[in-house]
């Protein structure tokens, strides 16, 4: 299995219950490394866009306030099969149908506000990096 990076939001509803250790814990015991990591303020612009592939969902709207609503800690994460084991641990995204032992099923509060993104392919993690990191902030 070849190691992989892919892109991780720590949400609003995390950072405003003090779980970045927390979550971050649980990322690095699923097998994952954090390559880099910064907390940040997004910007209304930037959700909009980073979301933009749910605009015509009835959800977008409330979406994008909820991501601005507070601070995110952005992440890149490596490990083998990153994308996969990211989600696995992650768990659904509705925390009412997520497994046991997994982020949302532990800490989240509700299919909006479920503690954590993560990229669904190794192409889309590939942009969403770039959409928030530059190549010298990640140090593998
Ligand atoms: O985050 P994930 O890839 O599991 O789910 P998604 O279908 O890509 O949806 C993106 C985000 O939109 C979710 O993580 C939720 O925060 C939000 N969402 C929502 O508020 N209501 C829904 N019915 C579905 C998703
Ligand atoms: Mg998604």
Do not use: C, F, W
């Given at each position: 299995m070849a190691v992989t990076r892919t892109f991780?939001?720590?949400?609003?509803d995390a950072?405003?219950?003090?779980?970045?250790?927390?979550?971050?814990?649980?990322l690095e015991e699923a097998g994952l490394r954090v390559v880099a990591s910064k907390r940040i303020q997004m910007s209304e612009d930037q959700a909009k866009k980073f979301y933009e592939v749910h605009a015509e969902r009835p959800f977008y709207g409330e979406l994008v306030d909820f991501m601005t609503s507070g601070p995110v800690?952005?992440?890149?994460?490596?490990?083998?099969?990153?994308?996969?084991?990211?989600?696995?641990?992650m768990?659904?995204?509705n925390p009412a149908d997520a497994e046991d032992g997994?982020?949302?099923?532990?800490?989240?509060?509700s299919?909006?506000?479920?503690?954590v993104?993560?990229?669904?392919?190794?192409?889309?993690?590939?942009n969403e990096i770039d959409f928030f990191f530059s190549k010298d902030e990640i140090v593998g």
């Open positions: 991780s939001i720590i949400k609003p950072t405003r219950r003090n779980l970045t250790g927390a979550v971050t814990k649980m800690v952005v992440q890149v994460l490596e490990g083998e099969d990153a994308v996969k084991r990211n989600r696995d641990v768990g659904a995204t997994t982020i949302r099923k532990t800490y989240a509060e299919i909006e506000a479920n503690s993104h993560g990229s669904d392919s190794d192409e889309n993690a590939a």
